[in-house]
């Protein structure tokens, strides 16, 4: 595929250029470029079997992708996940490594000049940018669920969509309806690829999903102009192509029958399975357990005590029942290295973690420490607020 970024270099900066002249300084950078590489190594050829430096270096040049992000019916929550960083203003070094256009949570604008902003950027970049889709599309009584600026929220995606290079459809909702598709799913809540099957559509379910899967995709295709390989479900492979229950934290636990009867109990305060509680990850395929949220050890449903409800498959979350215990068909033999039983809980450690495979497992680790390293060196343990950074989010004047 070609990249149709190439041909915008010339209106569009790269990502050193634009860091730059915001003044954020190549450490931060650095920092942001390791932990990347914890969280979407397979995602982004550009990180795969380099050091944070070359991969900062390679990144440096790519073309800052211009994104346009809609929501439809949804919580907030993806775009919380992606601003929750833990770092101080990682959140804020995000919006500068994409050309975030428009996007309605994050705007000072609102009303005629939030509606002139998104018409121009389509026109500007029409063929080019990425729309990231947030929240279902109602498909019922066209317009008495959700219209944008009057127009009805079909019409919307239908038109802004169409003329997308690729659609990522971010979260459970966008990929294919999430909670408001519930039964009795009183708006006929449906996904992206319901509306627009014949586009380049990558699915990253979750609510909310790791927002590092969406940064590894944007970056994939700024630089080559190439999406990742997917699944059945257009999940990015390099994200979904294992199930939680493979490399859980408890997984010890549950070949050795320790379980969870109630929570507060003495198994449930030790850490045990939670597989009893009706934990959906024997039969849910997604990350979680070995790419945590927010640059935070053990921040996921099972590394904080909750059963995994299955958020990132299409007829789990939000289909079966919470505490249904689910089946155990799709569980192959224990893989050769997991958590030994007395894991203790709060430390991120590749041990500990009963981390992926080899490859991954030595990449990971490599990117941890070398985050670590830098984290140390810049302060970064200490109070938010201490980056070198003084760009403001979202400004791209
Ligand atoms: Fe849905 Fe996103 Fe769940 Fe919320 O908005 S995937 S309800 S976390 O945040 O769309
Ligand atoms: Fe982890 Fe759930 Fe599997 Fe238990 S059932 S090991 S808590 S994924
Ligand atoms: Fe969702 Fe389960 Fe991960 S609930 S966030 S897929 S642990």
New binding site residues.
């Given amino acids: 595929m070609p990249n149709a970024l190439v041909a915008s270099a010339k209106v569009l900066e790269t990502i050193d250029e634009r860091l730059l002249r915001c003044g954020i300084s190549r450490r931060a950078f650095l920092i942001f470029c390791s932990s990347l590489m914890i969280a979407a190594p397979y995602g982004l050829a550009i990180t795969e079997k380099k050091t944070p430096e070359e991969v900062a270096a390679g990144l440096g040049k790519v073309v800052r992708p211009p994104v346009i992000w809609l929501h439809f019916q ?6 919380e996940s992606l601003l929750q960083t833990s770092h101080p203003d990682f959140g804020d070094l995000i919006l500068n490594i994409i050309s975030l256009e428009y996007h309605e949570t994050l705007m000072a604008g609102s009303g005629l000049q939030a509606r002139q902003a998104l018409d121009e950027a389509v026109k500007k970049y029409a063929g080019k940018y990425i729309l990231v889709v ?2 279902s599309i109602p498909t019922k009584d066209q317009g008495i669920y959700m219209k944008m600026a009057g127009r009805p929220a079909l019409n919307v995606l239908a038109d802004i969509g169409g003329k997308a290079a690729a659609i990522v459809a ?5 990929s294919w309806g ?2 408001p598709s519930a039964d009795p799913d009183p708006t006929g809540a449906v996904g992206v690829a319901d509306l627009l099957p014949n586009k380049s559509i990558v699915n990253i379910p ?4 790791n927002p590092y899967t969406l940064l590894g995709v944007l970056l994939q295709y700024a630089s080559n102009g190439t999406l990742p390989e997917a699944d059945e479900l257009r999940r990015p492979k390099f994200a979904f192509d294992r199930d939680i229950h493979e490399h859980c934290t408890r997984r010890a636990h549950f070949d050795a029958g320790n379980f969870v009867k109630q929570y507060g109990d003495e198994g449930h305060r030790e850490g045990w399975c939670l597989y009893e509680m009706g934990c959906k990850g024997p039969e849910t395929h997604a990350g979680c357990s070995t790419r945590h949220f927010n640059e935070i050890p053990d921040v996921w449903p099972i590394g904080i005590g909750a059963p995994c409800i299955g958020c990132t498959e299409k007829s789990v979350a939000f289909r079966i029942p919470m505490f249904q215990v689910v089946q155990l068909h799709t569980i192959a033999a224990p893989p050769t290295s997991f958590a030994p039983i007395t894991t203790t809980h709060g430390s991120m450690s590749p041990l500990a973690t009963g981390l992926v495979g080899l490859g991954v497992g030595a990449l990971a680790g490599a990117g941890y420490v070398a985050s670590r390293k830098f984290s140390k060196e810049q302060g970064y343990d200490g109070p938010p607020g201490s980056t070198p950074s003084n760009s403001e989010p979202g400004d791209d004047a």
């Fill in positions: 949804d919580c907030t929550g993806c775009t947030e929240g971010i979260g459970s909702c966008a999430g909670i979750g609510c909310p999903p």
